[in-house]
């Protein structure tokens, strides 16, 4: 069965660069979320689509954006990466409110 | 402030051995999911329950969720090393199809073969 598909799966940059993470949710999934989770902490909602419309915000530093296109793949922007930033970040996505799936992670590294 | 809340933190077991983590909210939830991460990898989907009381299993893994559907619990029989990893609680807060799913803090599992 398809999954959810990340990429890159490991990023390094440098600070003040910028980067830009993929997300292909699985196939008639009509929510995508993106997650970010640093080291020893549980996954922070950054934020959702539905339907290709932003459905809702969370944490997301105003340095970041994303988008999804219409074929439903997402897209997370980030700019002026600070050592901060350097974490885990998930793709997620599901149906309705079945079950929600996520994907493998983007590990982005900030030297 | 943290709404959803694991207990215990962390948790070392002899293989073989039965545990029980525990997983709180103050409010009530709409789906309460459980999942298994292993340290820099990807979130692994166990379980999802949606009715106030709703039990399941899968192999030697058992989730509760309670009456009122706002306390889960997962079971694990005759723990294996397979089994050590981190385990997060997930749930919905409101019933939009859309919405997302907020996280408790987790609770680390050891295994001693």
């Known amino acids: 069965a398809a999954g959810v598909i990340q990429s890159p799966r490991h990023l390094i940059k440098e600070k003040r660069e910028t980067a830009t993470l993929k997300c292909y949710p699985i196939?008639?999934?009509?929510?995508v979320y993106w997650y970010q989770q640093g080291p020893g902490q549980d996954p922070q909602f950054l934020i959702s689509?539905?339907?290709?419309?932003?459905?809702d915000k969370g944490s997301i530093p105003d340095r970041f954006s994303a988008q999804q296109f219409s074929d439903y793949h997402s897209e997370l922007n980030m700019s002026s990466l600070e050592l901060g930033d350097s974490a885990l970040y998930f793709c997620?996505?599901?149906?309705?409110?079945?079950?929600?799936?996520f994907g493998s992670g983007t590990q982005l590294s900030v030297l | 402030s943290q709404e959803l809340e694991q207990s215990p933190q962390s948790l070392i077991v002899q293989e073989g051995k039965n545990l029980t983590i525990n997983c709180t909210s103050s409010?009530?939830?709409?789906?309460l999911y459980w999942y298994k991460q292993k340290y820099g990898e990807g979130l692994i989907f166990l379980m999802m329950?949606?009715?106030?009381?709703e039990e399941k299993s899968h192999e030697k893994i058992t989730a509760k969720l309670d009456e009122k559907k706002q306390q889960s619990s997962l079971h694990i029989t005759a723990s294996q090393p397979s089994h050590a990893g981190i385990y997060l609680c997930?749930?919905?807060?409101?019933?939009?199809?859309?919405?997302?799913?907020?996280f408790g803090p987790g609770t680390s599992l050891s295994v001693i073969p």
């Open positions: 997620a996505s599901r149906q309705g409110n079945e079950k929600l799936f």
């Open positions: 196939p008639r999934h009509d929510t």
């Open positions: 689509f539905y339907e290709k419309m932003q459905s």
């Open positions: 409010k009530t939830l709409y789906g």
């Open positions: 329950l949606q009715k106030g009381g």
């Open positions: 997930g749930a919905d807060k409101i019933k939009t199809s859309y919405d997302k799913v907020i």
